[in-house]
């Protein structure tokens, strides 16, 4: 583990270290890199260099307070500035949750970085606007964590009760015992204040070019957040080779719910790559 500087924070990063292939994994809310051990394993017996940082507002990463600190150009700046101060060349690039909204940004903005791109959850930008009332109805909490100061009390309320109820996290003791720190519960709360504004619920649909990388979707079917159709319509979104996998029975922290099947599924597909 070691602390990097980039684009204005210091991050709190794990690293494999070895000469193997980079895989660079980006977690999402309300999680830190930890949440990828079981993949980490898996793919360093396999003979991978694993990087999995704390993502700014998260873990023991930088906390900014200013909800700009959390936009598009920041979080992807991150990842960039991440891929080269560590010199990891070109990487594949996994995501959950908002690690995966932001590894479509990432991989819209700077292919050039990347072998491939996994998305885990989160599909495209486009499809997830897309998938209709569905995924309006299970996003209802984005619209509670706009309100400073309402959302975080709400999620604090009654020994974090809500926090508990809602998200029904499996590892939701570890959540709590970082989000008792009012910097930590704030600072990952931002991430959605700055990304999915209220407005952003009636913006047009943006147009966005097509990702030309190899790309593999993964979807839980026991997901509390996301619709499958955020997942599956992202394949119009991607002009290099498309899989999906559907992950049956697990949750949506489908990393720890179901690793061995997650493992398999990326391992299989980065295998089957070349270059």
């Keep these: 583990m070691t602390k990097i500087k980039v684009n204005g924070v210091t991050l709190h990063v794990r690293d494999s270290g070895g000469d193997g292939t980079p ?51 920041q979080m992807v700046g991150d990842v960039l500035g991440l891929i080269d101060a560590l010199d990891l060349g070109r990487v594949h690039l996994v995501g959950h949750d908002w690690g995966s909204a932001i590894a479509w940004m990432v991989a819209l903005n700077a292919p050039q970085k990347l072998r491939s791109l996994t998305a885990m959850s989160t599909g495209h930008p486009v499809a997830f606007r897309r998938a209709g009332i569905a995924q309006k109805e299970k996003s209802w909490y984005i619209l ?40 930590a519960l704030t600072g990952s709360l931002n991430l959605y204040r700055a990304m999915t504004p209220p407005e952003s619920n009636i913006a047009p649909v943006p147009t966005l070019p097509p990702i030309d990388l190899p790309t593999l979707g993964m979807w839980s079917t026991h997901d509390i957040a996301l619709v499958e159709a955020g997942m599956t319509g992202s394949a119009a979104h991607v002009r290099g080779p498309w899989r999906y996998e559907r992950v049956e029975g697990a949750g949506h922290w489908l990393q720890l719910d179901a690793p061995d099947r997650v493992n398999a599924a990326l391992l299989d597909f980065l295998r089957g790559l070349t270059g």
Excluded at 33 to 56: C, I, K, M, N
Excluded at 151 to 162: L, V
């Design 23 to 73: 895989v660079l994994m980006l977690h999402g809310w309300p999680d830190t890199g930890d949440v990828w051990r079981h993949q980490v394993d898996a793919l360093s017996a396999a003979g991978y260099r694993v990087v999995t940082p704390d993502l700014r507002g998260f873990g023991e990463s930088d906390k900014p307070a200013e909800v700009d600190a959390y936009g598009r150009a």
């Design 144 to 183: 509670l964590f706009q309100f400073t100061g309402i959302a975080e009390e709400w999620i604090r309320q009654n020994d974090f009760e809500n926090l508990r109820t809602v998200t029904r996290h499996p590892e939701i003791d570890e959540v709590i015992g970082r989000f008792t720190d009012p910097a």
